[in-house]
Structures are given as structure tokens and as C-alpha cells.
């Protein structure tokens, strides 16, 4: 029989989007939906057991459809007690999230590979949310070790001194100042305020001025997604949605600027908690140095915003945006994987075995 291969993958388990990159060159991705066909009818027409990502969002009024992770983390992972059956079937749900994500790195064949795992969670997610990541993983994994997602894409890029990552997800923004060594929690910090939250204040912004028209937060998620931005624009942002029933051409462009500009006062907070609570002899370069990524870095005209605020309050600063924000946290976490001498490995692989 053959030995089975050594594996190595980075994993970015998220809020809205699902992300594995692992060292034989496979980059995947799925929107963190898993969708249930609700009855018979729904089954015969779907044939089969669960979708997964666009296929259960398209599917939705004929399945139960479930985002396992929220806020960032495993739903429920905070108060298991109280909630053990909802639990337990988070659990599951994510996990055939997770094993389709296996599934695409290894084409089909899991049971080729050793797999070990280097997975993001947010910044100050706290113990039983990471635990609660290691345990629904774990029959999949040889061994799996979670590390905040806003060091992974600084590891991933090389940006390792004097700079600050701000991962702007669906569920949390994280902050991670690096400064030379591995980040501690004085140097992070999560927001609640990030693309759901804009989604949110979208949709109650358009019923306060559309009482009549008929949308889901899924279509003004993909027009945020077309569109978003700060700051002014002489473009009128106009969607086509149903009143009554007929299609009528809505402006939306004070709606969602608004929407967008929501998130920008907790993150300038934490911008400025960040620099000013810094070494002051470095606190120059790190101003210079600030680095958006996740989906909502897209946000056109938020690095601006951002730079306007750090000028106010702190007098300086310079902000950009990741290359690659759907793949930078998975790609980061995948070098990091690699980078884990053989002895780490081997002691988790220990651990696993004396439990
Ligand atoms: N072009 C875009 N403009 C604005 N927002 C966008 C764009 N593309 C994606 N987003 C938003 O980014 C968010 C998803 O980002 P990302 O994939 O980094 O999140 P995640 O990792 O799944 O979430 P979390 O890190 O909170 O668990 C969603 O709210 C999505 O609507
Ligand atoms: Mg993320």
C-alpha cells in the first residue's frame, strides 16, 4: 500500500466565504452557505442531500439554508451549554462545509494525504471558539492549529514590523499591529461592525425610503458588492427592483454610501487605539503602513476615508489595500502551515493521541 502524502493547507473558515489554499497548488473558495431541501418536493427537484455556497443561496426557497460561522466564529461556540443540540448541528452542518473544502484541495481524495491544517479565526476570538474550530475538524485533520486571521495575511505578505493588517470580513473587521514578533492580544483587535452589519443598514435604509419595494438582503449584498463606496461619486446608483410587483428603476446612491460609511468610525477608533498606543519612536512608520484586506478592503474610497480620519486624529497616514483579498488570509496561512517546524507537529500529533 501507498504511504500517504504529507499535505499542508491554509484554511480561512469564514463568516461569508469559505477559502483553502494547500501546497500542491489547488486555491478554492465557496460562499459559507449549506442549503437542506425543506420537503419531498424539494428533494426530488434538487436530487440531492445539501448544497453548498451559490447553489443553496440560488436554491434557498426550497432549502433550510445555514452559515455555520458568525460573528467570525463557529455559531453557538460561545454558550455550548445552553444551546447543545443547535450546537451539535452547527457543528455538523459546518462540517460538510469543511470536508467539501478538503475535498476540492485534494481532488476528490482525501484519503491520499496527511492533512495538516493551518486555520484563521478572528483576532480575539477566544478559546472554546477556537477549540470548537479544532473539534469539528479534527477526524479530517492530522493535526490543525488556528492563528488570527489578520497575522495570517501579514505572515502571508511578509509584512512583519511596524504595520498594521485590518481584515475587513462579513462578520468582524480585525486589527493586527505586527511588530516584529508573533502578536499578542494588546496588539489586536476585533469590530463587530463589517459587511453584515453595512447589509443591514442597507436594507433598513431602503425600507425607510421604499416602503413598497420588495428585496432580499442578498440582492442588495451583491449590488453592495457592484458598487460599494464612500465618498462622492457623480454616478447615481440605481437598482431595478420589484414595487408591487413591477420593476422600477430605485436611486440608491445616498443609501449606500451611507450604508458603507457605517463601519469607518469603529475601525478609525481602533486605528488610532492601535498606532497611539504603539512604541512612539515607531509610530511614524506604522501610520505609513496600513494595509486593508478581506472582501469589504473593496469598498471604493474607504482607504481614503480612513486616511482622512488618521490625519485628524493622529496627523498622518497611509493606507492600502492587500492584492489578493479573497486568497491573502488562506494564502498566509498555508505559508505558515509550512513554515511549522516538524517537532510542533509532531508534539500536536501526540497530544491528539494521549486524549
Ligand atoms: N467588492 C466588494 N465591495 C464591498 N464589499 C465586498 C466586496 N466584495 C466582498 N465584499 C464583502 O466582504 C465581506 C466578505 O469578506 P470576506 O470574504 O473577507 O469575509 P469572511 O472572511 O467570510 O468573514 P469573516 O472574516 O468576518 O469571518 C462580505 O460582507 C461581502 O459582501
Ligand atoms: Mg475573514
Redesign the pocket.
Known sequence: MREPKIMNVGI????????IAADNGVRACVP?YVGFPKDMIARRLLGKEYLLGDDAIKNRLSCNVFRP?E??VLKYSDHIEENLSDYQHITWVAQILFKHLINLATQGKPQDFVIRAVI?A?ALANEQNKQALLDLTESMLESAHVIS?PFSVAYGLGLLNNCLII??????V?LCRMQGVYPTKEDQLTTYK???Y??NIFFDLLDAKYPDANYTINML?TF???H?IIGNTDEKLILTLPVCGKPTDLDLTDELRQA?SSIVPEIADAIKYLVSTYDPEFQEEIKGNIVL????S???GLGEELEKHMTESLGYGSVRKVPD??YA?ANGALMYCKDLPEEFWAEQKQAKMKK
Open positions: 480561512d473558515f469564514g463568516s461569508s466565504i469559505s477559502v459559507s460561522l460573528r467570525g484563521g478572528p486571521e481584515d475587513i470580513g462579513g462578520g468582524t480585525d463589517a459587511g453584515d453595512i447589509d449584498r453592495k458588492e457592484e460599494g458603507c484586506a478581506g472582501g469589504g473593496q469598498i471604493i483579498p479573497l488570509g
